[in-house]
C-alpha cells in the first residue's frame, strides 16, 4: 500500500506592520519522511500537495493591573478576526491552483506574496469591505495588549486531504505614515523590560522591507492509501 508521510515546514513572521505594503510572507515545503517511506511505491516519485484552503486567526489579548493589587494580571476576554488567506472556491473558477513542492523540487512556495497578503487597521488591505478593527501590540505599566496568529491549512494529494494547524505569538507594529503623535497604539516597551513608567514613547517605525524574526513551524501528518 502506497504510504506519504512527512513533515510540513512553515514559515510565518513574528513580526507584522499594519498597512505595510509589502506581502506578508507565509513560506511553505512539504519534506518526505525517508524512514517511513523507504518501503513505499512512491518513495522517490515527487508528489504534489495542491492547497485547497488556508486561513489564519488574529487573536488579541488584553491584560490589566492595578496598583496595590497583589494579584497577578487580570485578562479580559480575548477577540478574534478571522480571515481567508487563500480558498480554491472564493477566488472562481479559472484560478490557477497553489501547489506546495516537495524538498527538492524547487523553493518553498510563498503564499503570502502569491495572494499579495497585507494587513491592515480592519483586516485584509484590498478588500471591498473591512472584517474586523486590527490595532499594534502596546503595553504599559498597567496594560499589556499582545497577539496571537493561529493558522489552518487543507491540502489535498493523491486525492487524500490533509489538515494542518498551528499558531504562533506575533508582534503587530503601527503603521509608519499615519500614526498622529500621542497614539498610545506605538507607545511600546520593550519585551522584557520592566513596567516603570506609563510608556516607553518610541516613534513608530518606518515600513519594514524584510520581515522579523520569521518563525519555522513543523507539522506532521501521515496519509497511507
Same mark, same amino acid.
Given at each position: 500500500?502506497?504510504?506519504?508521510?512527512g513533515?510540513?515546514?512553515?514559515?510565518?513572521?513574528?513580526?507584522?506592520?499594519?498597512e505595510?505594503?509589502n506581502p506578508?510572507?507565509i513560506?511553505?515545503?512539504?519534506?518526505?519522511?525517508?524512514?517511513?517511506m523507504?518501503?513505499?511505491?512512491?518513495d522517490g516519485i515527487p508528489?504534489?500537495?495542491?492547497?485547497q484552503?488556508?486561513t489564519?486567526?488574529?487573536?488579541?489579548?488584553?491584560?490589566?493591573k492595578?496598583?496595590?493589587?497583589?494579584t &497577578?494580571?487580570?485578562?479580559?476576554?480575548?477577540?478574534?478576526?478571522r480571515?481567508s488567506?487563500?480558498s480554491?472556491?472564493?477566488?472562481?473558477?479559472?484560478?490557477?491552483?497553489?501547489?506546495?513542492?516537495?524538498?527538492g523540487?524547487?523553493p518553498p512556495?510563498d503564499?503570502?506574496?502569491k495572494v499579495n497578503?497585507?494587513i491592515g487597521?480592519t483586516?485584509?488591505?484590498?478588500?471591498?469591505?473591512?472584517?474586523?478593527?486590527v490595532?499594534?501590540?502596546?503595553?504599559?505599566?498597567?496594560i499589556?495588549?499582545?497577539?496571537?496568529? &493561529?493558522?489552518?491549512?487543507r491540502?489535498?494529494?493523491?486525492?487524500?486531504?490533509?489538515?494542518?494547524?498551528w499558531? &504562533?505569538?506575533?508582534t503587530?507594529?503601527?503603521?509608519?505614515?499615519?500614526?498622529?503623535?500621542?497614539?498610545p497604539?506605538w507607545?511600546?516597551?520593550?519585551?522584557?523590560?520592566?513596567?516603570?513608567?506609563?510608556?516607553?514613547?518610541t516613534?513608530?517605525?518606518?515600513?519594514?522591507d524584510a520581515?522579523?524574526c520569521?518563525?519555522?513551524?513543523?507539522?506532521?501528518?501521515?496519509?497511507?492509501?
Amino acid at each position: 500500500m502506497p504510504v506519504f508521510a512527512g513533515n510540513l515546514e512553515v514559515d510565518t513572521p513574528a513580526v507584522i506592520q499594519l498597512e505595510n505594503p509589502n506581502p506578508m510572507p507565509i513560506r511553505m515545503q512539504f519534506v518526505p519522511d525517508p524512514k517511513v517511506m523507504k518501503d513505499s511505491p512512491i518513495d522517490g516519485i515527487p508528489q504534489k500537495l495542491q492547497l485547497q484552503a488556508l486561513t489564519m486567526e488574529i487573536q488579541t489579548a488584553t491584560e490589566i493591573k492595578c496598583d496595590g493589587v497583589e494579584t &497577578s494580571w487580570a485578562a479580559i476576554s480575548p477577540k478574534t478576526l478571522r480571515v481567508s488567506v487563500w480558498s480554491c472556491l472564493a477566488f472562481g473558477p479559472g484560478t490557477r491552483p497553489l501547489y506546495i513542492p516537495c524538498a527538492g523540487d524547487g523553493p518553498p512556495i510563498d503564499v503570502g506574496r502569491k495572494v499579495n497578503l497585507r494587513i491592515g487597521r480592519t483586516g485584509l488591505m484590498g478588500k471591498a469591505y473591512p472584517q474586523g478593527d486590527v490595532h499594534a501590540s502596546f503595553s504599559t505599566r498597567h496594560i499589556k495588549y499582545s497577539h496571537r496568529i &493561529s493558522y489552518e491549512l487543507r491540502a489535498v494529494v493523491a486525492g487524500e486531504v490533509l489538515k494542518f494547524k498551528w499558531d &504562533s505569538q506575533a508582534t503587530v507594529l503601527p503603521p509608519a505614515n499615519d500614526v498622529p503623535p500621542g497614539d498610545p497604539d506605538w507607545l511600546q516597551t520593550p519585551e522584557g523590560t520592566p513596567y516603570e513608567t506609563d510608556v516607553d514613547e518610541t516613534p513608530p517605525p518606518a515600513f519594514q522591507d524584510a520581515w522579523l524574526c520569521p518563525r519555522l513551524h513543523t507539522t506532521m501528518p501521515s496519509v497511507s492509501g
